[in-house]
């Protein structure tokens, strides 16, 4: 076996499984590597025999009671897996995520794989899967048909992305069979069934039917588990698939969004009896009925809006036996995909709950895209969708040489593409290309830039004369806050540069959002406070940017912005505003955690200070202004003996927040309402206060 790797870097480039199966037990194998050119070297990581299961046949079930003896670790990322049986389940305890996690957009882990001599064709595999651990996002699914490293199908489910992806794997290229935005919610037991037979392959998600296709590229093989979070499995089965008719619509998904103005209903049916037939509905009415294979229905000139699709098998004697249905089929509305670096991703977004959007079409952990979506639907009165596809640490040749082709490959039917690029290009050496014409461009981030939106435009790239129709609008890079004054920083110069380049020197697209003079508005005016680092916005900032990619998807219809605290500081230590949720710390330099909140809270802007500044004294601690009427709460430490002298007009709500892990376990809040404008607060030990052991934390609420 001879392979040749192109140009790389790093301590890690590649890894290679090979599999032999003996013609004949007592063989022996003898394996040698070789390096043959070039500089570096090679390393054998693990060498194992596997022995073959005894007069191996379906049924066969693994209730991980004892061993992992049957299963094959087949690791394809630095960050090795760490599987294991214990208390009955089946343990990956490792996070197999590292910067070598993808083949172009697809993502890579651990895998499982369960006996890899077996060879099978038709059969139904299932097993119970729960992620673990304080907050897992990553990538959890199952193989089947896997014949080798390079050859299965997978089904992949992600929080940290929001999607459920069937995907393909052969001669080692990944494609994408069927895509939706629902990932999985954390710690949550799911249960997922999978049959295959022949080239029919259906999917189901807790008995649901989630999946079906049609494709004949892997004709056999063995199953197995795919990790790139840490997991515990049980109740694995593998048996023959169940000769009872079953209808599983193909097309279209459930909670997908299509910009035309049809419907095309196709079905795969297994078992079904001589004579039956399918008979599709929309909205429990509009009867079509096939009779003849591959069942199909079309409903045109449809208005825009949300659908029911139900596909029903029949019997000859027109008895249903078995029924399919999806919801929230959406037609006129926008398909969108949102692709960029780690912000457009929603890295160190810590508040999920707005992230699983009120129509269930995205089910997510992080990012602005479900913010995106819900704020379209709310005001645009028809169903959209905005994909999560932001890669951490990505820069714009990044995005043009290794993700946008997989990304379009798995997107076919998108109306409308954002790109959020730059802010790593910032920290390289790259050239901006502020100004460059023709072949001048090639290298920089102009260049770059161009070639990722012209892959898109044109769908005869690089030929460039036919265009794909898809809209691409492109936001102006955030600002960074590397030192005390960001508005002179250098690495902000690079950016208006880098910004000015998007305005004016690439071309196919439309200016997105201006981020860059949101977070940083003058010399003297910025919002670092909704930053969690130096780089990357906190759960407000990702909010607000949602609110804001809405208005720039919908100029003529521009909202007002979400509240948003102006000019907040403290005049001593650290302070932010965010979102927050039980289980967040409320402080920047404690691991205390939020227990509990009352619902009328939740949705405020919680002031975040440090608890090292308990014993502040100042009269005028903490400052913000505000353009709307808001209510201010003061969450103060229930055991003190009094309250600062600047609370005496503060309204006791007999409300209450808990914190665990600190030495107060329980804060009263206190209530004052506030016109637009300024708003001061005293410190925590001002005068009159007596006996708070932590400093005081603020809510500020809407009216």
Same mark, same amino acid.
């Given at each position: ?179 939706s935005s629902r990932g999985f919610a954390p710690n949550q037991l799911y249960n997922v069934e999978v049959e295959a037979i022949g080239s029919t392959l259906l999917i189901w998600l807790d008995g649901d039917p989630l999946f079906a296709v049609d494709d004949s590229d892997l004709p056999q093989g063995t199953v197995g588990l795919y990790s790139q979070e840490t997991i515990i499995a049980d109740n694995m089965i593998l ?215 012209? =892959? ?8 460039? $004369? @036919? %265009? #794909? +129709? ?5 936001? *102006? ?81 521009? =909202? ?8 907040? $500081? @403290? %005049? #001593? +230590? ?5 979102? *927050? ?91 004052? $309402?506030?016109?637009? +404008? ?26």
């Open positions: 076996y001879n392979v040749t790797t192109g140009t790389l870097s790093g301590g890690y480039t590649q890894a290679i499984t090979l599999t032999y199966t003996a013609a004949s037990a007592g063989q022996t194998l003898t394996f040698r590597h070789t390096f043959q050119a070039g500089s570096g070297n090679i390393t054998l990581k693990a060498a194992s025999l596997q022995g073959e299961i005894a007069a191996f046949s379906l049924p066969y079930s693994d209730s991980f009671d004892t061993d992992f003896s049957a299963w094959t670790v087949v690791d394809e990322t630095t960050n090795l897996g760490a599987w294991s049986v214990s208390g009955g389940v089946l343990n990956q305890s490792s996070v197999a995520v590292a910067p070598d996690a993808f083949d172009q957009t697809y993502h890579l882990g651990s895998n499982a794989v369960f006996n890899p001599a077996i060879a099978e064709t038709d059969y139904r595999f299932g097993i119970d899967l729960q992620t673990t651990g304080a907050n897992p996002q990553n990538d959890v699914g199952v193989l089947f048909r896997y014949a080798d490293s390079d050859n299965y199908y997978r089904l992949s489910l992600s929080s940290r992305y929001g999607f459920t992806r069937l995907e393909k794997k052969v001669a080692g290229t990944f494609s994408t069979l069927a895509v048996e023959i698939p169940t000769t009872q008719p079953q209808v599983v619509l193909s097309s279209p998904d459930a909670h997908s969004v299509s910009s035309g103005t049809t419907i095309t209903a196709t079905a795969e049916v297994t078992n079904l009896p001589a004579g039956g037939y399918v008979e599709f509905f929309l909205d429990d009415a509009d009867s079509v009925i096939d009779t003849t294979a591959p069942f199909s229905a079309t409903y045109s000139s449809l208005s825009p809006g949300d659908y029911k699709v139900d596909a029903v098998a029949r019997n000859s004697g027109d008895v249903e036996l078995s029924r399919d249905t999806n919801v929230q089929v959406g037609i006129g509305g926008i398909y969108a995909v949102a692709v960029g670096d780690s912000i457009v991703q929603g890295f160190l977004d810590h508040f999920a709950s707005d992230n699983t959007t009120p129509s269930g079409r995205t089910i997510a952990s992080q990012g602005f895209e479900a913010v995106l979506t819900e704020q379209l639907d709310a005001t645009t009165a028809v169903p959209n969708l905005v994909f999560n596809e932001g890669i951490n640490g990505d820069t714009a040749v990044d995005t043009m040489m290794d993700r946008i082709s997989s990304i379009l490959e798995r997107h076919p039917n998108l109306s409308r593409l954002t790109i959020g690029l730059g802010t790593n290009d910032s920290f390289t050496s790259v050239p901006t290309g502020r100004n460059c014409t023709g072949a001048l461009c090639n290298g920089t981030f102009v260049g770059n830039l161009q070639s990722v939106i012209d =892959q898109v435009i044109w769908s005869d790239y690089p030929t460039n $004369s @036919v %265009s #794909s +129709g898809i809209a691409v609008e492109v936001s *102006l890079i955030p600002p960074v806050f590397l030192s005390s004054n960001p508005w002179t920083h250098s690495s902000n110069n690079r950016i208006r540069e880098m910004n000015d380049a998007i305005r004016f020197d690439v071309t196919g697209h439309s200016i997105g959002p201006d981020f860059f003079s949101f977070f940083l508005a003058g010399a003297s005016e910025n919002l670092e406070t909704a930053f969690i680092d130096t780089i990357h916005p906190n759960a407000l900032g990702y909010h607000l940017m949602g609110h804001i990619w809405r208005n720039s998807y919908d100029a003529s219809n521009p =909202q007002p912005l979400p509240l948003v605290l102006e000019d907040l $500081s @403290v %005049s #001593s +230590g650290d302070v932010k505003q965010n979102l *927050l949720e039980v289980g967040d710390e409320p402080y920047l330099d404690a691991t205390d955690q939020l227990s509990s909140i009352p619902v009328d809270l939740q949705l405020g802007r919680w002031i975040t200070p440090d608890n090292a500044q308990s014993g502040n004294t100042s009269a005028s601690y903490l400052s913000f202004e505000v353009d709307r009427a808001v209510d201010v709460y003061v969450a103060y430490d229930a055991g003190a003996a009094s309250l600062p002298n600047w609370m005496s007009s503060y309204i006791n709500t007999g409300m209450t927040i808990g914190i665990s892990g600190g030495s107060t376990p329980t804060y009263n809040l206190y209530r004052q $309402s506030f016109a637009a +404008g300024a708003v001061v607060l005293g410190g925590n030990a001002a005068t009159g206060a007596s006996g708070a052991d932590d400093n005081y934390l603020t809510i500020v609420v809407e009216q």
